[in-house]
Structure formats: C-alpha cells, structure tokens
C-alpha cells in the first residue's frame, strides 16, 4: 500500500486546545512559558474577533427578518 493510499487522521474540534492543556509546564522554561501566554493571547484575541464576526452577521440577519411593529 502507498502513502498516498492512507488518508489523513481527522482530529475532532478543540482537539489541539486540549493538547495545550495536557502539557507539562514545569518542563518549561520561563522565556517558553511568556511565549506559550503570547501564543494563548493571540489565539484569544482571534476567537473574539470570530464571535464578534458572527455577532455582526446574527444582527444584519436578524435586522432582515425581524418584523418591526
């Protein structure tokens, strides 16, 4: 059988999130663990901006297909 025959393992939603939380930090150094936070914090500040883009999306839908009296 070829590589290229075998298909790639399709890993289910938060699974690297849950990953990150299983790693040991005390294997860590300090310079590691600031650029680990920095990582997190990027990673924070791009979900927000995701729930704020499907906030924004819900309210023009809603604005469209809600009745006004």
């Known amino acids: 059988m070829a590589e290229d ?3 790639p393992v399709r890993r289910p939603r938060g ?3 849950g ?6 930090l005390e ?3 300090v310079a590691e663990l600031q650029e680990r936070i920095e990582a997190l914090e990027a990673e924070i500040a791009r979900t927000r901006a995701q729930i704020e883009r499907k906030q924004a999306g819900r309210a023009a839908a809603d604005s469209i297909f809600t009745r006004r009296a």
């Open 5 to 7: 025959d075998i298909s």
């Open 15 to 17: 699974w690297a999130l």
């Open 19 to 24: 990953e990150a939380a299983r790693e040991d």
């Open 27 to 29: 294997l860590m150094g």
